[in-house]
């Protein structure tokens, strides 16, 4: 009994077919680019209109406000009035931007690139990692730069703060007040656009949906919400922006620098640097970029607002 059961089990594993394991080494595995959690939308970039900046500056002329009680233009003058000499004066000394650069080095080993190259480029698929890094960077930049920053270089009267903490729709109202000439869309981290969402929700006034560059966006007044994780969250507080964009409304514009050498897309270059003696190949990849706010009623902010509220229903 003892050898027939030994037999038994030995005739159980032989097979007679070819294992999955083995055949899956002359199998072609489908292969998909490198994914990164950390790539976003960056639709500030799209809803920006953009300038070019052919010297790296720009300089944003304005006109110094008339002194109160000044008689600038008659309406309808008596025939014996005599009629006011007026101009329009310049501010002597307007803010000039120089255009902010982006920039690392990409350095890819040639022996990895020549060997490695199949079914993905090692070098193409390096760069465009690398480029959607400097990306993100710019679009992190373009709100919270010291110098040129949207939230850094909104004027003091365009500040609005929360009645309550939570962004209500009476909090949107106030900031539309104030940014009222062609207001063109609201910028919001995504939890602020939450927070918004439910207090519209509790309110009984759901905000209504728009779709725009093929994707849906919450909207307020006719004004789209824009979502942008680049939005700084501290102690469950946030601000919101409300922006109006291009030169011809005296909006917000971004600048670029055009026609760079190397230029894989507007103001973005990527250069071979060479191969050093340790067969490294070095790439350098720049941005240009900044952003100007024309005049101060283009940007307003609506301050301390807080995400973290919920409500409970019956």
């Not at 007679?16 to 998909?32: F, I, M, N, S």
């Not at 209109?49 to 406000?65: D, I, M």
């Not at 000044?70 to 101009?87: F, N």
């Not at 900044?290 to 301050?303: C, K, R, Y």
Request: charged share 25%.
């Amino acid at each position: 009994m003892p050898d027939n059961e030994e037999s038994k089990g030995s005739t159980a594993q032989v097979r007679h077919t070819l294992g999955e394991a083995a055949a899956r080494q002359l199998a072609v595995t489908t292969k998909t680019v490198p994914m990164m959690e950390q790539i976003t939308p960056r639709w500030l970039v799209s809803f920006l209109s953009w300038v070019p900046v052919e010297a790296g500056t720009y300089r944003v002329n304005k006109v110094k406000p008339t002194l109160p009680g000044t008689r600038t233009v008659e309406c309808s003058p008596d025939q014996e009035v005599e009629l006011p000499e007026i101009y329009v004066d310049y501010e002597e000394k307007p803010r000039e931007y120089t255009l902010s650069a982006v920039t690392t080095t990409l350095d890819v080993h040639t022996r990895v690139s020549d060997l490695y190259r199949s079914p993905h480029d090692q070098i193409k698929e390096q760069l465009r990692l690398t480029i959607e890094k400097i990306k993100e960077r710019q679009e992190r930049e373009l709100i919270n730069n010291k110098e040129y920053g949207l939230l850094n270089n909104v004027a003091a009267k365009m500040k609005v703060k929360t009645r309550a903490g939570a962004p209500t729709p009476d909090d949107l109202d106030e900031l539309i007040a104030k940014v009222w000439k062609e207001p063109c869309f609201f910028l919001a981290h995504p939890r602020a656009i939450a927070a918004f969402g439910r207090e519209c929700t509790y309110r009984g006034v759901p905000p209504p949906t728009a779709l725009l560059f093929g994707a849906p966006f919450l909207t307020w007044r006719g004004v789209p919400l824009v979502p942008c994780d680049k939005v700084p969250i501290g102690d469950e507080k946030t601000s919101i922006l409300l922006v109006r964009t291009g030169e011809k409304k005296q909006g917000v514009v971004g600048l670029f620098q055009p026609g760079l050498v190397g230029e894989v897309s507007p103001s973005l270059s990527v250069r071979f640097m060479g191969i050093d003696h340790k067969a490294i190949a070095s790439y350098l990849i720049s941005l240009y970029c900044s952003v100007a706010v024309l005049t101060d009623d283009a940007l307003g902010v609506l301050e301390d607002v807080h995400v973290g509220q919920y409500h409970e229903y019956k």
